[in-house]
């Protein structure tokens, strides 16, 4: 029993209860060209990362999703396996596909073909406001003002639920929490996902205040 029972302490404990025990594997659909692919080939990987995000949407069960950074689309096709009459829509600049000389956007669209899915080419600092969605997943870049614009762009969007990746990386961290700060300061509710392959930090807004 919680001691202080509330939206997000039991939705982070599903999710806790969830991914560990889930059953779904991203290995099949991804390409070779994906950075990694050796490690992303692994079980620490697939159940720290792609069946923890499946986790996520299957707890919280988002109708309208967003992603900032979509890669590979590992998380976009778990979110999408999980939630399979979501609307998602991803944002990414591409970059990955330029280095690695090789279509993601492209390729993860191809694989969420007869989805409510669609991926928009352009880089999120350029971002000035989201839509309003139940879940946004936050994967970019790691540099503090990238990160810190990303997640004040998706805190201003009143969106209810923030996924936010990467935050073992205390860059990430640090802008993550400064941009919740300097939006709103005060109490936050979140929860920290130790056990995952990237430390994850799901944030629940309370809009209503």
Same mark, same amino acid.
């Given at each position: 029993m919680s001691?202080?029972?509330?939206?997000?302490?039991?939705?982070?404990q599903e999710i806790r209860d969830l991914y560990p025990t889930v059953a779904y594997d991203h290995?099949?659909?991804?390409?070779?060209?994906?950075? +990694?692919?050796?490690?992303?080939?692994? !079980? *620490?990987? $697939?159940a720290g990362y792609a069946a923890f995000k499946w986790a996520v949407a299957k707890v919280l069960q988002p109708k309208t999703i967003r992603e900032i950074g979509v890669g590979?689309?590992?998380?976009?096709?778990?979110?999408?396996?999980a939630c399979p009459n979501a609307a998602y829509l991803g944002?990414?600049?591409?970059?990955?596909?330029?280095?690695?000389?090789? +279509?993601?956007?492209?390729?993860?669209? !191809? *694989?969420? $073909?007869?989805?409510?899915?669609?991926?928009?080419?352009?880089?999120s600092r350029l971002l000035s406001?989201?839509?309003?969605?139940?879940?946004?997943?936050?994967?970019?870049?790691h540099l503090f003002d990238w990160a810190y614009h990303d997640m004040r762009v998706a805190v201003a969007s009143g969106s209810r639920w923030i996924l936010v990746d990467d935050c073992r990386d205390t860059t990430v961290a640090a802008a993550t929490l400064?941009?919740?700060?300097?939006?709103?300061?005060?109490?936050l509710e979140w929860a920290y996902f130790e056990d995952t392959w990237t430390g994850s930090?799901?944030?629940?807004?309370d809009i209503a205040r």
């Open positions: 001691i202080f029972p509330g939206e997000l302490i039991v939705k982070a290995r099949p659909m991804m390409t070779t060209h994906e950075p +990694d692919y050796t490690w992303k080939q692994s !079980e *620490k990987f $697939r590979g689309g590992v998380a976009a096709l778990a979110f999408m396996d944002i990414d600049n591409g970059q990955l596909g330029v280095e690695r000389g090789f +279509d993601f956007i492209g390729d993860v669209l !191809e *694989k969420l $073909r007869g989805r409510q899915a669609s991926i928009e080419r352009q880089d406001s989201h839509p309003t969605v139940d879940l946004v997943h936050i994967d970019g870049c400064r941009a919740f700060h300097d939006w709103r300061p005060g109490p930090i799901l944030f629940c807004q």
